[in-house]
Structures are given as C-alpha cells and as structure tokens.
C-alpha cells in the first residue's frame, strides 16, 4: 500500500531577496521533495546564536514517500542550489537560505546527520511560531507536548513580526472546482496509487473500487470463457452499489470527490471477454444502471504501455494476474480509446505515463498535477 509520510521544514534567509529565496526554496521542494501541502506565515526574526542581518522564517508541511535520509540529502542539494555554501567547520552565520528537518511523521531518528524531531526545536521561537500556524495534529515523541504547547513554554523571547503570507503551491490548482475526479488506466496502470495521492494532497474523498472481494475474478483468470459472464456481472453490480453507495454520503455540489474507477469500466471490459449474445445482454442492463449514475466532471485516463504494465503487475505479485498475456491489456487499452472517443472530450483527459514514475520522482507527479490542471483551464 502506497503510504505518505508528513514531513516539516523550517526554511529561512537572511540575504538577497529572503522573501524571493524561501519561494524559491519551497517550489524547488515541491518539485523535487515532496508536495506542499501548507504554508506559514514569513515572520522577521533576529539572527540566533550571531550577529546579523535578520532572518525572514517560515515553516511548510510537506508529503513524501521518501525516507528522511532522501529528504535531508535533497533539502541540502536544494540549499546549494539556491547559494548556500556549507563548510564543515560552520558555526553559525549568514545565508541564502537554510532548510532544517524539524519533524517526520512522529518518529524518533538519530544518526550521524540527522537528528528527528529537531533538538533544539523547543528552544526556538522563530521556529515554533511558523510551525504553528500550519495547526497541524502532532506530539512531540519526547516531550510529548504540542507545537502550541512548546511555543507556549519556549525560552526564547525574540521577536516574531508577521511579513506576509506566501502562495502555497497548491493553490496554483483547482481541481475541487471539478468536484468529481475519475482516475482511470489498464490493470496495473497505478490508478489506484495516483487516486490515494491526490486524495491525501488535496483533501479529497476518496472512492476506491473494492475488486479483490470478487469470488469470480481467480476463476475467470483459470477459464475466462466459463467465467466471463458471472464475472462481469458481479463487477457491474459491485460497481453500480458502491458508487451509489459512496456518492450518496457526499455533497457532489460542495465536496471535491475522487475515485479510481467509474462504472463505465465495466463495458470496456465486457466487451472484451463476452460472447456477441451475452455482450448484448449485458449492455442493456449497463445502460440502465449507467443512466442513473452521477457523472465526473472529469475522467483522466493513464496509460502506459504493454511492457510497462506487465511489470508493474508482475512487481505486485498478484497470484491471479500473473498469466495476464500481453494481448489482453492491449484490448483493454484500445476498448478504453474507443469508448473515451464517446464521451463529451472538454472532460476527458489521456495521460502518457509509459515513461514516468509518479511514486519515485515527485518531479513526474507534478507534471501530471500540471497537466490535469491546464486542461481544467483550457474547459
């Protein structure tokens, strides 16, 4: 199961343009860490421990699936790219910007880089007071305290004059604006993986299809004539509940909805594995249950091609999909195409994903946002 670990960072500078490098420091973030979920304020702060120009501060919640390691090692790549210079005798001086790990999830790490949470997080105001506008649920592991609890009890009397409030980078998107987001692709395709991720991102509900439940499925893939009916059927009706089911619990006019399904799918389907005279029946009953079925304002499709899903699924190990044959996606991929042609195309979106790598690359996520995003724009 795909898992988003929630990261804090205290960015801060006091050279050049600050306000100008921590953007530049959470877009660089966002593209290559994380996403950015939430921002502080900029609060001015003297400089802690020397004598300096004063510090612009800020903090930012961040969800990553990678390991804190990883997300040290960018953050410093990113602060070198941004002109900080680190000397391994450095004390304590002035910078461009600077990038502290203050908190992973609610984990302890101590190694020989990194200490998790911060040490000295409790001592720092200019720290805990951006960190608490972000009104995030977390305890520190040690001291068992608040974020607000720790500034409360903060030693630090310094200063923290408000600047300005940054843009998010999430804000550059609105999608909530569709209401009802439809992911969908081939077996193996990583809907179900990109549907969990921009649920969590963007604070969607989320609908997920419940397929491993279905009794017909393991038959089907022994004998696919004998079980084809049986088994398209089941998914239609499984299909038509759950949808009835979870949309009914939302509001389709104020919340913003994400699945990695539609009921659609199960034509594209049927007509694959079904018999003319069986297909015929089965559509009359698809049309009358498609009729009564709330639509997405969007559907995006994610295709990749043969190859790549088959070692996507063979990277799953799913017993029952290990004998999928080439062929069979390649059917699925053209029926998806020859449908989506059917549907009105301000709403449907195709997206090649053969050569990307959402999970890995944060950079291949956000270029699919970005996609999705200009054709919400272009409507």
Same mark, same amino acid.
């Given at each position: 199961m795909f898992i988003q670990n929630q990261i804090i960072l205290s960015l801060g500078s006091n050279q050049g343009n600050r306000t100008s490098f921590l953007q530049q420091a959470m877009a660089l973030i966002h593209q290559s860490v994380g996403t950015v979920i939430r921002v502080s304020a900029i609060y001015e702060t003297p400089s802690w421990g020397f004598d300096s120009a004063a510090f612009y501060n800020c903090a930012i919640l961040v969800h990553a699936s990678l390991p804190a390691k990883t997300v040290l090692e960018r953050c410093l790549a990113i602060e070198e790219q941004l002109g900080r210079l680190r000397l391994s005798s450095?004390?304590?001086?002035?910078?461009?910007? !600077?990038?502290?790990?203050?908190?992973? !999830?609610?984990?302890c790490i101590q190694t020989a880089?990194?200490?998790v949470p911060h040490p000295l997080l409790q001592d720092r105001r200019f720290v805990l007071q951006p960190v608490v506008d972000l009104q995030l649920d977390w305890t520190h592991p040690i001291l068992?305290?608040?974020f607000a609890e720790l500034l409360r009890d903060c030693p630090d009397n310094s200063s923290c004059i408000r600047i300005e409030t940054p843009v998010a980078p999430l804000e550059n998107y609105r999608f909530q604006d569709v209401n009802f987001l439809a992911i969908e692709g081939n077996i193996g395709a990583g809907k179900t993986t990109l549907a969990h991720k921009i649920s969590e991102d963007f604070n969607a509900k989320l609908i997920l299809e419940g397929f491993a439940d279905n009794p017909f499925l393991p038959k089907f893939y022994q004998d696919a004539a004998r079980y084809a009916f049986p088994l398209e059927m089941s998914f239609l009706a499984d299909r038509?509940?759950?949808?009835?089911?979870?949309?009914?619990?939302?509001?389709?006019?104020?919340?913003?909805?994400?699945?990695?399904?539609?009921?659609?799918?199960?034509?594209?389907?049927?007509?694959?594995?079904?018999?003319?005279?069986?297909?015929?029946?089965?559509?009359?009953?698809f049309e009358i249950m498609y009729k009564e079925t709330?639509?997405?304002?969007?559907?995006?499709?994610?295709?990749?091609?043969?190859?790549?899903?088959l070692e996507n699924i063979k990277k799953r190990g799913r017993s029952y999909e290990s004998d999928i044959p080439a062929s069979y996606l390649e059917k699925v991929n053209q029926g998806y195409f020859n449908y989506i042609k059917t549907l009105p195309q301000d709403k449907v979106l195709i997206i090649d994903i053969s050569e990307m790598d959402f999970v890995?690359?944060?950079?291949?996520?956000?270029?699919?946002?970005?996609?999705?995003?200009q054709k919400l724009a272009s409507r």
């Open positions: 450095e004390t304590y001086s002035a910078r461009t910007i !600077d990038i502290d790990l203050i908190a992973f !999830d609610e984990q880089l990194l200490t068992r305290k608040t038509y509940s759950q949808l009835a089911d979870d949309l009914a619990q939302f509001d389709l006019f104020k919340e913003f909805i994400i699945a990695d399904y539609h009921i659609f799918k199960s034509l594209i389907f049927a007509q694959i594995t079904l018999e003319s005279e069986e297909f015929r029946l089965y559509k009359q009953v709330p639509k997405p304002g969007m559907y995006v499709y994610l295709y990749q091609n043969t190859q790549r899903l890995n690359r944060q950079e291949d996520y956000i270029a699919i946002l970005d996609i999705i995003q």
